[in-house]
Structure formats: C-alpha cells, structure tokens
C-alpha cells in the first residue's frame, strides 16, 4: 500500500503521475475488499466508483468543492481518500466510520445521506447558497442509475433546469439498482449505451480530447464554444436536455484517464450539467462482477471464494417467512398482488415475482408511488401487499394517510428491518413507524413475538378489509414450530402469556420473548409478574389493559420503537382517557435520539431492551412503587 500510505492531504493525490493513479485505484481496492470482506458493507457499489473518486479528487478542490453522494452506500473510496484510511477497519463498528457520508465525521462529507434521491436537491441547495453569498466554488452530485428512478431525484431536477444554477450532476450508470434496474429511464439509458452515435463518439473522443482546451481557456469559456465542443463530441441525452440541462455522454466510468480529462473540460461549463458516466458494478472483484446483487451489501465474507462467513442456521428470517407465506397465500387467492420499492430480494419478494410475474411490480424507488399504486389497485378490487423496509416507508406518510386510510381501502403494507437494523446505523434504524402511523384513523398495526405469529398475522390483515400495518425486524426468527393450518388472530385481543403477581409487562412485537425470559428470571428470585403479548399497537385490547390498570400497582410496556409516540404512549393515553391511571406505569423503548450505529445486540443492550434489562428495571421499580414483589394475584 505504497502509494495510498503517502496520501496524506487529498492534495498529494493531484501529484501522482498516471502509473501511480493507477497502483492507487488498486490499492483502494484491495483495502475496501479486505475491510468489508470483515466487516461486512457495500462492496459492489463502492468497487464500481473507484475511478470516479480518484478522478474527482484529481480534479476538483474539495472540501471548498461540495461533493454530494446519492445513498452514501458506495463512498468507501472517498472516505479512505479524505483522512480516514487509518480508521477503515472499524467501518460500521460500534463506535467507527460511519457506513455512509456523516456530516461530523468529516469536513469532506459535505452532505449525510443514507436513503437514496436525495443528492440533487442537496447539491441544488449548496449551489444556491453559494449564489447567494456571491462565493465559487463547484457543487457536484453523484447519483446512481437506481436512485435516478425516486421521484425526489425528478422534483430536484425539474427545479436545477428552472434555476439553472452551475452545478455538475454524475450519473453513474450500473443497470444496476440492488436488483436489476427497471423502469422507463432505465430502458432510455441503455438505449443511449447502445445507440450507433455513441460507438462513433467514442472513436472520436481520443482525438476530441487531445485537442479540446482544458481549465482557464477564456476564449472557448466566454464563446460557449467549450460547451458546444464537448457536447458535439458525444450523443444527445434528449430527456436532460430538454429539462434545460446540458448532457454529456456516455463515457466509461471505470476508464481513470478518460474520466480525469472529460472532467477537466466539464469543470468549465457554466449552468447545470449531467455527465452520464457507465461503470461495472463490483468492478475489480470478480465475486461483485458476477453477483453484484449478492455482494450489493454483504456481511463477512471469505475473500478467495466469495463466500459467505455467516454461521449457517435453518432458523429463517422473517423475511423468509413472509416470503413463503405470501407465496402460499397467493396460491389460493387470486387477488393478492405484491409490490417492492427496488428491493425484491431484500424484502423475500423475488419468489413470488418469479411465481407471479402478471401480479408483481418492482416500481424502483419509489415509495410514495408505491404506496399510492396499491390504493390504486385495492380501489380497483385487489389486496395488494406492499413490502417495504420501515425506515423507508417514512417516505410515504402521506400517501398512507390520504391515499390509504383516509379511503379505508385494504392495503397490506408489511414493514421489514422495523426496530434496530444494525451496521447500517441511525438512516436505518426502523424505529418510528409506531409513533408516525399509530395516529391515522383506520389503521390496523400489529407486530408479531415470531415466525409463527408473522405467519398468522398476514391471515388476518389479507382477511380483513382495511388497511394494515405488519412490522418485523431484521434477521432471524425464533425458530418455533410454524402451524400446518394458520388461522388468524382475534382482532384487538392480547395474549396473556403469564398471569402472577402485582407486576404485569406488556410487552409488542421482539419485546415478548426478553418480556417471559425477564419474568422467569424475577420468579427465580421470588419476583412474580405477569406478561401480556399486546400484538396490536392499534387497536389497543381496551379490556384487558383497564383490567390490568385496575388490578396490577405497575405496568410495564417495553416495545423497539422510540418512546415519543409509540406503544407505550398509546397505553397510557388509552389508560389516562378512562381514569385508569390508578397504577403506576412506565415505558421501555428507545430514546428521543438517534441511535448509533452497531451490531443489533450491541444496541439493544445498551438500550436495555434484553431480559436482564427489564428484569433490572423492574427490580428498580419495586421499592418506588411499593410493590408486594411476592404477592400473587
Ligand atoms: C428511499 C430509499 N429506498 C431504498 C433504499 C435502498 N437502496 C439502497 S441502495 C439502492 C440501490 C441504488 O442503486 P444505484 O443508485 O444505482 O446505486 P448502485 O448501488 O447501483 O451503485 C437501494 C434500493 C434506500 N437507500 N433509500
Ligand atoms: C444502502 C441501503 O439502503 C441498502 O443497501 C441497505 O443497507 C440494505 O439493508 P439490508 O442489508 O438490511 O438489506
Ligand atoms: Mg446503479
């Protein structure tokens, strides 16, 4: 690591002669394999862009330039670049790099990002900014072919070809979103690849390169002559063009020298610009070359094989076990229809579009219109199920609202990677969803304690006639027997799991189990408590918790969702409404804060949401609330 060692200021990077640019993009390579090969994270996206970041570092003068990437999942190499080599090795670690641009994490993160879309109007903003206050300095977004399908990508770009601020807009190219990308755009960007122009344009451009002026040719930049050049050189992006955005390309993106000089002229055109560069996917590693699906976002993996180093279980995930029943339930019914915002496979739906191609819509990423989509088709008579990962249902609360709940018609929406997600940290995190759908009339919201109830819970949402939320979390189930014949659950009716005691947990969702263990532990040591499954977060079971209110002297709640809002609120609203309140009640759940990036188990502990946790804060809560901890009820 000769090279990358002696970059010391991304100033030293503009020194390195072409051999050496070239050993660099190598070097970067193998410590972003290596690193993520331990780690797990984002390797195919972050391969794929190795160039381009070698090549905009070359360029452009950041951090007074702005860079802003798309997701954020594919800036490894420009973190590694801007002073945080050194740290590489605790990417996504409690306590380390950040997986993504984290705006105190660097000077050179010039904008967070996580969800995707979002790049453009970031970018847009800076530029405006920067107009403002009459400074100069470039603003640059680098989005993806996948992120280009959210509409927020549209809306920005309807706007930057109004205000026709200067800021360059790449678009990296992969045909890839995580899956195959889709849809019309990307139907119109491969025909721009293929088309007979571009063959001729890239025979030319050798030559149109040698002999175009580079940075500070006043002549050609005052004429507008540089523009025209460029543009002439390479083919019309008709579609960017008339949004009153000048296109340049295609060029290879994975081609160093191609990319260091085409930005070298485009860094001179004055107004908006979309450079339309192609890249490969996983590029350098050939594993990521052939799957980059599988290695889009991987855990640890052996890097001579490309295999996965996760210990091998045959307890499923949820996901798997929303897969299969949605799968068995569309066997039998045929008006179940699926939808996935570009993530099939991340959400179980891949067999069932695979089964069901007529039935299923990979929309890309596109949440809202999802959302709005499937009130369209239960207007129109179907039950569609829509699979989105909780924190990227956020985008679409007004599209539940209006378009779903305020028509009461029956969507299904099922809420994957709900609670804490892990590695990928605080833009992940699935922990509002209670608290921003809990207050819209009409909802249903359940939460399954397993796999079993996962299974009998979608019997009950695609029985009914309303809408529905399911949320579950990421990673493994529980591993319990699964019923032969699922039936569905009672509406509004709890589970009772264990009745002692003066002390009653009621407990939704990952909470249950850590809930019994927590009781069994207390029991041991001559603590009784009941223990209430709730299942629904909306409805309430009314009776039973005003039973509860009146014979228990403390409840407990204890759900994975911020506090602000969630579960444990809507009990004691429910309680507080009725003049309940006559026990004491407390609320375990997350914190008014953003939770951090770390392993599931790691943030769930340090949030005390395990058994030990609540076994110690009910101890806690035994004296100040002057329970009888042996008294059995
Ligand atoms: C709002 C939102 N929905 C879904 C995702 C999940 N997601 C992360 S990256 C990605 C694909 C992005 O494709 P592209 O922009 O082409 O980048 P590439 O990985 O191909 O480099 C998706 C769907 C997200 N981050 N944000
Ligand atoms: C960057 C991004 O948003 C996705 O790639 C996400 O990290 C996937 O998460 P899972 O690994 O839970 O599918
Ligand atoms: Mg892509």
Not at 190 to 200: D, F, H, M, N, V
Not at 434 to 439: D, Q, V
Not at 440 to 456: F, S, T, V, W, Y
Request: include cysteine.
């Amino acid at each position: 690591m000769n090279i990358l060692k002696n970059i010391k200021r991304t100033s030293d990077l503009k020194l390195l002669l072409p051999n050496q640019l070239t050993q660099l993009a190598e070097e970067i390579r193998r410590l972003i394999i290596g690193v993520t090969s331990a780690n797990g994270g984002h390797l195919a996206s972050s391969l794929g862009v190795v160039e381009l970041t070698i090549a905009l570092y070359k360029v452009f003068n950041f951090p007074i330039d702005k860079l802003v990437w798309d997701v954020g999942h594919q800036a490894y190499a420009h973190k590694i670049l801007t002073g945080r080599r050194d740290k590489f090795y605790t990417l996504r670690k409690s306590g380390g790099l950040a997986g993504f641009p984290k705006r105190t994490e660097s000077i050179y993160d010039a904008f967070g990002t996580g969800h995707a879309s979002t790049s453009i109007s970031a970018a847009l903003g800076m530029a405006a900014a920067r107009d403002i206050d009459n400074e100069d300095y470039k603003v640059i977004a680098v989005i993806g072919d996948g992120a280009l399908t959210g509409g927020e990508a549209f809306e920005a770009l309807n706007n930057v070809g109004a205000l026709k601020k200067d800021m360059l807009i790449i678009l990296n190219d992969n045909e890839m979103s995580i899956a195959k990308n889709v849809g019309a755009l990307s139907s119109y960007l491969s025909q721009i690849r293929t088309a007979p122009e571009y063959t001729k344009a890239k025979k030319n451009l050798g030559n149109f390169l040698h002999h175009l002026p580079k940075l500070g040719d006043t002549v050609y930049k005052t004429a507008g002559m540089l523009k025209d050049s460029i543009k002439n050189a390479f083919i019309a992006g008709g579609l960017f063009e008339e949004m009153g955005i000048s296109y340049i390309g295609p060029v290879d993106g994975n081609n160093l020298f191609e990319l260091i000089n085409v930005l070298q002229r485009v860094e001179n055109i004055r107004g908006p610009v979309l450079l339309h560069i192609f890249t490969k996917k996983g590029k350098g590693y050939i594993p990521a070359e052939n799957k980059p699906d599988k290695f889009h976002g991987i855990g640890r993996f052996d890097i001579q094989t490309g295999e996965s180093l996760s210990s091998p279980t045959t307890v499923p995930t949820y996901t798997q076990v929303f897969s299969k029943t949605l799968l068995e339930m569309a066997r039998t019914d045929k008006d179940i229809v699926a939808i996935t915002a570009a993530m099939p496979g991340g959400t179980g739906l891949t067999p069932f579009a695979q089964q069901y191609p007529k039935r299923f819509f990979d929309v890309g990423i596109a949440e809202e219109h999802a959302i709005t989509m499937a009130a369209g088709l239960a207007a129109a008579g179907k039950k569609p199920v829509v699979a989105l990962y909780s924190t990227f249902a956020q985008r679409g609360y007004d599209q539940i609202l209006h378009d779903i709940c305020l028509q009461k018609l029956p969507v299904t929406l099922c809420l994957d990677r709900a609670g804490i997600v892990g590695e990928d940290g605080p833009t992940h995190h699935g922990v509002f969803d209670y608290s921003f759908l809990r207050h819209i009339p009409n909802i249903m919201i359940m939460a399954p304690k397993d796999e079993n109830e996962l299974q009998r819970m979608m019997y009950t949402a695609l029985a009914g006639k309303a809408p529905v939320v399911l949320r579950y979390p990421r990673g493994q189930a529980y591993g319990v027997q699964m019923d032969k014949e699922p039936q569905p659950i009672a509406i509004a009716k709890a589970e009772i799991l264990e009745t002692k005691g003066e002390i009653a947990i009621v407990a939704i969702g990952t909470m249950v189990y850590p809930a019994v263990e927590a009781a069994k532990k207390l029991a041991a040591e001559g603590i009784f408590c009941s223990v209430v499954n709730a299942r629904f977060v909306k409805p309430l079971d009314k009776n039973l918790l005003l039973k509860l209110a009146a014979t228990k002297k403390f409840i407990l709640t204890v759900e994975e969702n911020v506090l602000a809002g969630g579960f444990g609120s809507a009990v004691l609203e429910l309680l507080c409404q009725n003049g309940a309140l006559q026990c004491a009640v407390k609320c375990m759940g997350l914190p008014d804060q953003f939770i951090p990036q770390g392993s599931r188990k790691e943030l769930l502990q340090m949030n005390n949401l395990t058994a030990e946790g609540i076994a110690s804060f009910i101890k806690e809560n035994i004296e100040i609330n002057k329970i009888n901890p042996t008294g059995a009820l």
